[in-house]
């Protein structure tokens, strides 16, 4: 399998790849552990948000013209409350922390590189950009979830391995409806940071 091409854009640079990208989030997150019962409708406007804001990064990755993989950023100050309000309340300054959407790859092109790959696009730019620090959030599940695969393997080393820390403090939920439920419920996430400082001193 041909390694896939990355190539980044942002803001209304994305419009073509909407499409695509909606089906890739609703495809890849409806696996343990999000189940994330896919909605056209929210991704269209969860989307929107991004393609407006020209401060958002997409770091995509195509197979010919196919998108098989992407990740997302933009600064924290144009999140949503719920993903702001934890580091308000714990004293952060928001305009300090660029925000991970998400990455998002077809399980047949995992494990060549490409996660480290969208981390590596994310980091460069929130750290030309002046950003102290850089942060995502991660669904966090019982440990006997009757769905939990058999031989899952978090990305928690993964994770830890660039140099991530998860920060219990740091902590919210959001809403969205899981497989076999006819209603949303609201599920617990924490955050994981990295300073800038740390990334550059690591790659140094």
Known sequence: ???????????????????????????????????????????????????????????????GERLVGA?????????????RAPFEAQGYRVADVFYYGESVLLPEYRGHGLGHAFMDAREQHAEAA???????????????????????????????????????????SFAWKDVGHTEETDKPMVFWLNRIDNIREASA
Not at 73 to 81: H, I, K, N, R
Not at 149 to 172: I, K, M, N, S, V
Request: glycine residues 6%.
């Open 1 to 63: 399998m041909p390694q896939p091409r990355l190539t980044t854009c942002q803001g209304a640079e994305i419009t073509p790849y909407l499409e695509g990208l909606a089906d890739l989030r609703i495809r890849v997150f409806r696996d343990y552990p999000y189940l994330y019962d896919g909605d056209p409708a929210y991704e269209a406007e969860y989307l929107k948000r991004y393609a407006e804001n020209p401060r958002s990064l997409f770091v995509l990755a195509l197979d």
């Open 71 to 83: 990740s997302t950023a933009q600064p924290l100050s144009d999140e949503v409350e719920e993903f």
């Open 130 to 172: 002046g950003y102290a620090w850089v942060a995502f959030c991660a669904v966090e599940r019982p440990a006997d979830h009757p769905l939990k695969p058999a031989d899952y393997r978090p990305l928690h080393d993964f994770w830890q391995g660039r140099g991530y820390q998860r920060h219990p403090e740091l902590a919210t």
